[in-house]
């Protein structure tokens, strides 16, 4: 049984003015029970609720053994604040001497208080949920609609009444294939699992649509008791990102197409130099994917394989075509072509560092390459795949001063210079991709 902290008896004409008071009254009104007599108990009523106390008083004196009952503020002038109090009104006394109307005060401000705290935490989550935009249904542990908003109905396209008592998943699933999965989910979040997903549901007409889906358990005393799910329209939104990927499709095929046709113009000029870009690519995709690069990087450094020699479109075709040794002059001029090739492409926006791969293409870990003698980390990590792949096709194609020379003797070369020019890693993947995997330009 509710205990109070402080209790008061008072016994009141029907006129309201008090007869007696016991001593803990002073607690209530700060006033001593002498002092009280033949005062009227109104003057310690808030206004507002002097109505209550008087039918209380008048029930009394019509009903002489009812009893009749009420909340209402006492008014506290000293300390100027008021007490909600729990009070009871009675006119039937065991004291033959007593002829009054006898009142017990409880003090129930923290109650009332509390109360009132919880009815207004109540009606903001009830606010938030009956006109929250998203579309929000709350279920029982059995699955079976409780509450539903508006934007829920709004959104199946249900009236309330259709929507209340039924099972969640019939409403929004029910002959579709995705029947199985709302099931799965309601299943999951009933346990007390966190559920959020992307599927497709179905409206009252039988439209399916896409939806992102969070299921929150409703846990009471440590067990779920139902779940909070919230249902968002997302299909206008699959369809600007299907919209945005064909764009970006796009625009990486036209990226390709460029590529493409920087790569086969310098193809014309030089015929040695004719299918060598594409063989590189192709070795270069082969590592890189050997690497376990990711798809961003295995992209980038096929794309940067095809141009990788863009920039000896600057370099005489009787200098690229010299069946004879360079002179040194001639070969400084054949050095620039990884910069030449940077400042053509470095003003074209790929989503990949085209430019930067071709810069580095010719650099080696020990700074002996060219045309920065850039070392170890200062190299971008793929035009270290790039390098080996391009030494290796040379190697082994036929040039104006030379012929094509063994495999064998290219591979050697790789593991020779490992660690020095070649990264060990890359140098590592491409030997074993010929002598392991079997890789071939030709297949």
């Not at 300390?79 to 017990?104: C, E, M, W």
């Not at 990226?255 to 063989?279: F, M, N, V, W």
């Not at 990949?352 to 870990?365: D, N, Q, S």
Request: charged fraction near 25%; aromatic fraction near 10%; hydrophobic fraction near 40%.
């Amino acid at each position: 049984m509710k205990k109070f902290s402080h209790e008061a008896i008072i016994v009141l004409t029907e006129l309201g003015e008090v007869m007696f008071a016991s001593p803990s009254i002073e607690w209530f009104i700060s006033t001593l029970p002498k002092d009280l007599i033949n005062k009227s108990i109104y003057d310690y009523i808030d206004e507002n609720d002097i109505p209550k106390i008087k039918k209380c008083i008048a029930t009394c004196t019509s009903q002489p053994e009812g009893v009749a009952t009420a909340k209402y503020w006492v008014i506290d002038s000293k300390r100027k604040n008021k007490v909600f109090v729990k009070a009871a009104h009675y006119n039937q006394l065991n004291d033959p001497d007593i002829n009054g109307i006898v009142t017990s005060w409880s003090d129930i401000t923290d109650e009332f208080k509390a109360q009132a705290a919880l009815e207004k935490e109540r009606s903001r989550l009830e606010c938030l949920f009956y006109n929250n935009p998203e579309a929000i249904v709350l279920t029982n542990s059995n699955n079976y609609v409780t509450q539903a908003n508006e934007s829920f109905c709004k959104t199946f396209g249900y009236s309330k009444k259709e929507v209340l008592g039924k099972h969640i998943d019939e409403l929004v699933a029910a002959d579709t294939p995705f029947y199985g999965e709302a099931f799965s989910v309601s299943v999951r979040a009933t346990f007390g699992n966190l559920v959020d997903i992307e599927s497709v549901r179905k409206k009252k007409d039988g439209t399916l649509f896409e939806v992102a889906i969070t299921a929150v358990p409703v846990i009471f005393k440590g067990e779920s008791c139902g779940v909070y799910t919230i249902y968002r329209d997302i299909s206008e939104k699959k369809k600007a990102e299907e919209k945005l990927n064909e764009y970006v499709n796009y625009l990486e095929r036209v990226c390709i197409q460029t590529i493409a046709a920087l790569g086969s113009t310098l193809e014309k000029r030089d015929p040695y130099t004719a299918g060598h870009q594409r063989r590189v690519a192709k070795l270069t995709e082969a590592i890189a994917t050997h690497l376990g690069l990711n798809e961003d990087d295995v992209k980038a450094v096929c794309m940067a394989s095809p141009v990788h020699d863009i920039g000896k479109i600057k370099i005489p075709a009787e200098i690229l075509t010299k069946p004879t040794p360079l002179t040194p002059e001639e070969y400084m001029l054949v050095k620039a072509h990884p910069q030449v090739g940077f400042e053509i492409l470095k003003g074209v926006e790929f989503p990949w560092p085209i430019a930067e791969i071709v810069y580095e293409h010719h650099e080696r870990l020990d700074g002996s390459g060219y045309p920065q003698g850039l070392k170890n980390d200062k190299i971008h990590p793929l035009a270290l795949v790039l390098a080996v792949a391009d030494t290796v096709e040379a190697m082994v194609s036929d040039r104006p001063y030379r012929k094509a020379l063994p495999l064998e003797t290219a591979l050697s070369e790789i593991l020779m210079l490992r660690g020095k020019h070649f990264d060990p890693d890359v140098a590592d993947a491409c030997v074993n991709l010929f002598k392991v995997d079997g890789f071939t330009f030709d297949n």
